[in-house]
């Protein structure tokens, strides 16, 4: 899809379901070519389907590389607080024709994913242990 056409449609997209920041969805489509691309390269085949778990995890090697401990901010900002709101954007551009399914996808795919704050906060907290820290 054309980037005009995509722009166009999300934007549809963000006025029918207005949870979503318009620049969650851009993300979540950079982050399902990251994912694609991961998968191609590690089975060394043609881009293929991937699953809402494969999904979840290139969304979250993504999101650290790009955002780091800002993750949960940026997306706190977008409105996405769980890996269930990704399933909610995915199924969105779903049925506005910009991504497809199998008959065996579904939100469900999406639930219980990862907990953001130990995915995104935890492994930038400062450890206990630190050498900078007085004892």
């Known amino acids: ?3 005009k056409d995509f722009a166009s449609v ?11 920041h318009r620049d969650a969805y851009d993300f979540l489509r950079e982050a399902l070519d990251h994912t ?3 998968v191609v390269k590690e089975i ?3 881009i293929r389907h991937v699953s809402g778990q494969e999904l ?4 979250r090697e993504y ?10 901010a940026v997306f706190n900002e977008w409105g996405v607080h769980s890996c269930e709101d990704f399933g909610e ?3 969105n551009m779903v049925e506005s024709g910009i991504l497809s399914k199998t008959p ?15 995915t995104f906060r935890d492994p930038f907290l400062p450890s206990s242990k630190s050498p900078c820290i007085p004892q």
């Open 1 to 3: 899809m054309q980037e």
């Open 10 to 20: 999300i934007e549809t997209v963000v006025k029918r379901d207005p949870r979503y």
């Open 36 to 38: 694609q691309r991961k």
């Open 44 to 46: 060394k085949k043609a």
């Open 56 to 59: 979840l995890a290139g969304i």
């Open 63 to 72: 999101a650290l590389a790009q955002y780091g401990p800002m993750t949960l």
């Open 89 to 91: 954007m995915v199924f």
């Open 104 to 118: 065996t996808d579904s939100r469900e795919d999406f639930k219980g994913g990862y907990d953001f704050q130990k």
